[in-house]
């Protein structure tokens, strides 16, 4: 396993890319630390994919290094790297069995036999196919295909890192937890670098020990799930990280004061005084309503999902979501709010200003 | 408007995918049909539209038998999974060509891609061409393409499946007010409980070729009729626990129990089955009277806003929801408490005799 360094990376696909917009990746200083878990996470065309084709080698960056534990890789082929993949659909050896499909990648490298069979039989247990070993891999189903993928992905303990691009895509719904908490389980039995490529974030929190959230082209924060809940960096992480995701609504901020367009609140931290774009974003789980306390509301339609309510909402022009317990009373003449200043963020052009204690 | 569905079923090759089934759906409903992967939803829907002629029974449209209309000849709108547009033609002309076939005069036409472009929010890109769109947008022309031709049926077979979450997201919010404006019968299939309960209307638990249930959505959420129906509308599953009624309390087992109250009383002594959801299964606070289970923690799901816990107790498995995320350890044991008014009390055959006090008084 490696630590893989990010050294001042950018790409575009354009020959001669002029401004920023040009590029696909901007500009990234990142070390992947040795042994850890990561999920890179965003919706499509933000440049995820980009960036594991980087790393693998099938892409060479119009700008900067990437290094594996120091040694620079930026011209290694990818068979030279030393890494394992999974893609989104299966690659199987549909002639082969699904015993020498597995053991293609050990047998690739000259391993002998006896431990070929022992770990194959140790892979094919990990994802449930023991009984299947002898089979062709024509004619199975595709997850079944993919689960063969995922096994070969892991057959080699000595890969400098293994690399998944929205693998669990043709799993059937029902099998995708089991098979989402295996991979957890086999990163904290193996300690492999991994990277795992999706747009859902179910399967990026779960899987991930950091989740790397990239929006157009940039990478927006780097953090543990319960970070990427509780203090969204950017905007965009609000949005993404949640169902239904952060409220955003423009604010004046003065001091410790939030002015809201006809409202104000106190916030729990002091700002100095900030410029462009002022916003700040607090999340429908800690938002109220109430029928005496707060700031005016105009609750638009109450949503029951069955384990709470989704209340949806109009503050002051800004549509605003709520979510309230199963068992709480919403009635018609609640038409205050409250936020929690404990969970309130302010943002400025999109970004995270961090406060003083007020 | 009704379509009726009379002792109708369909078998292929001697294997039976939908068993007899009634069922009568009233102008201006929203319906979803909700069940796990093959459990005959789109063969339902198949049989509703016309594209398949039932084994037995009749389909009634407007008090009118239809059995064995041809779909042509019928007013039937149906959007799959696949986003399915012409690529060649522009966002408009997608939208027009049911109308054009129709033989609807042009300025008609113009008006009704306009107005259900506006719908759909594709007013800005009716001159582009559906692969210039995105995955949401392009599934919006296709259920823009269906709500034009004004069909008094339109049926969606799980339309979202294939979308990133956050679309999904936005158009599950949007179909509701969608399906307001137009008063058509619609008929909606998913696998997802949450998406049934946000389109609210009225839902069909489907299970193994057979509806289980079938009512105004949220009161089929809280009185299922049976262990299978709360099986099936329950994400992730409900959690079942063997229990047994002596005298006058109700044995959960570990040592814990409850006095049989209500509906409970009632009941006879003997073996029943206890049911409730992840939700209602508290973790780090609870009210005085419930009860203690002793759990180990087995796996953590985060889903951004919650924290799904899977936990072994005495080898079952269960599920626990936590709001917010949280990082647990693995392998840790966990106390779970349990209100007993969250608790359903089904019979051995898994029919339910006593529903959770707390959804009556819901």
């Excluded at chain 1, 534990?69 to 659909?89: C, G, L, M, S, Y």
């Excluded at chain 2, 049934?196 to 009225?202: T, Y």
């Excluded at chain 2, 129906?229 to 109700?250: C, E, H, Q």
């Excluded at chain 2, 009632?266 to 029943?272: A, I, S």
Aim: hydrophobic share 40%; aromatic share 8%.
């Amino acid at each position: 396993m490696a630590k893989i360094t990010l050294d001042n990376l950018a790409h575009s696909y354009l020959p001669k890319p002029g401004s920023e917009d040009d590029f696909a990746l901007k500009e990234l200083n990142h070390d992947w630390e040795d042994g850890a878990a990561y999920a890179l996470l965003g919706s499509s065309g933000c440049g995820k994919s980009t960036l594991l084709n980087i790393i693998s080698g099938l892409l060479h960056p119009s700008q900067g290094r990437i290094l594996f534990d120091d040694k620079d890789v930026t011209n290694a082929p990818t068979a030279e790297r030393n890494i394992a993949q999974v893609f989104q659909f299966p690659v199987v050896y549909d002639t082969m069995s699904v015993r020498d499909n597995l053991a293609f990648p050990l047998r690739n490298r000259g391993r002998d036999e006896t431990y070929v069979s022992e770990r194959v039989q140790e892979i094919a247990q990990m994802i449930g196919m023991e009984d299947m070993l002898n089979k062709k891999a024509r004619g199975l189903t595709a997850d079944a295909k993919q689960k063969i993928s995922l096994g070969r992905g892991m057959v080699r303990k000595d890969v400098n890192a293994l690399l998944f691009d929205e693998p669990l895509t043709v799993i059937d719904p029902h099998m995708k937890w089991e098979l989402r908490t295996q991979l957890k389980k086999l990163h904290r039995d193996f300690g492999h670098t991994m990277i795992y490529v999706t747009h859902d974030q179910t399967e990026a929190l779960t899987f991930a020990d950091k989740v790397v959230v990239m929006y157009d082209g940039r990478v927006v924060q780097i953090g543990t799930p319960q970070e990427l809940f509780e203090r969204p960096e950017h905007t965009f992480v609000g949005y993404f990280i949640g169902s239904p995701g952060m409220n955003v609504i423009p604010a004046r901020i003065d001091g410790n004061t939030a002015y809201l367009s006809g409202a104000q609140m106190e916030l729990a931290q002091e700002y100095k005084p900030l410029d462009g774009k002022v916003e700040i974003g607090v999340r429908p789980e800690f938002v109220r309503l109430s029928q005496t306390e707060g700031m005016p509301v105009k609750v638009r339609r109450v949503e029951d999902v069955g384990r709470h309510k989704i209340i949806r909402a109009e503050f002051f022009g800004t549509d605003i979501n709520i979510i309230a317990g199963e068992a709480d009373p919403v009635s018609a003449d609640m038409n205050r709010v409250i936020f929690d200043n404990a969970h309130v963020n302010v943002y400025a052009n999109d970004w995270r200003v961090q406060g003083e204690a007020a | 408007m009704t379509l009726e569905l009379k002792g109708v079923s369909k078998t292929v090759d001697g294997l039976t995918h939908i068993y007899t089934t009634d069922l009568t759906l009233e102008k201006g409903t929203m319906n979803v049909l909700l069940g796990p992967t093959l459990s005959g939803k789109t063969s339902l829907m198949r049989l509703m539209a016309g594209l398949d002629v039932p084994a037995t029974g009749q389909i009634i449209w407007n008090g009118k038998d239809v059995t064995g209309q041809r779909v042509q000849d019928r007013k039937v709108a149906m959007v799959y999974q696949q986003f399915i547009n012409y690529p060649s033609m522009s966002v408009y002309d997608n939208i027009a060509s049911p109308l054009k076939l129709m033989g609807v005069d042009k300025s008609e036409i113009d008006r009704r891609v306009r107005e259900n472009a506006e719908l759909m929010k594709l007013t800005p890109m009716l001159d582009r061409k559906p692969l210039e769109l995105s995955g949401g947008q392009q599934q919006r022309c296709a259920l823009a393409r269906a709500l034009v031709k004004n069909a008094g049926l339109v049926l969606l077979d799980e339309p979202l499946a294939n979308l990133d979450y956050k679309l999904r997201e936005e158009l599950r919010v949007e179909i509701p007010k969608i399906f307001e404006a137009s008063g058509s019968i619609f008929v909606y299939a998913t696998t997802e409980p949450e998406e049934a309960l946000l389109l609210g209307g009225n839902v069909a638990t489907l299970w193994e070729g057979r509806i289980t249930q079938f009512g105004p959505t949220p009161s089929v959420y809280r009185q299922p009729i049976d262990a299978t129906t709360a099986r099936v509308f329950s994400d992730p599953p409900m959690n079942f626990l063997a229990i047994s009624k002596t005298g006058g309390r109700i044995m959960f087992g570990d040592g814990q129990s409850a006095p049989a109250t209500g509906k409970i009383a009632e009941l006879d002594d003997g073996r029943y089955l206890a049911g409730f959801r992840p939700n209602h299964l508290e973790i780090g606070k609870h009210e005085t009277d419930a009860m203690e289970f002793k759990t180990t923690l087995s796996v953590t799901e985060l889903t951004g806003s919650e924290t799904f816990v899977h936990l072994d107790h005495h080898g079952e498995r269960w599920v626990g929801l936590i709001h917010g995320v949280h990082n647990l350890t693995l392998g840790d044991e966990l106390s779970v408490w349990l209100d007993p008014r969250h608790v359903y009390i089904f019979g051995e055959d898994g029919k339910l005799v006593a529903p959770a006090a707390y959804a009556l008084a819901a």
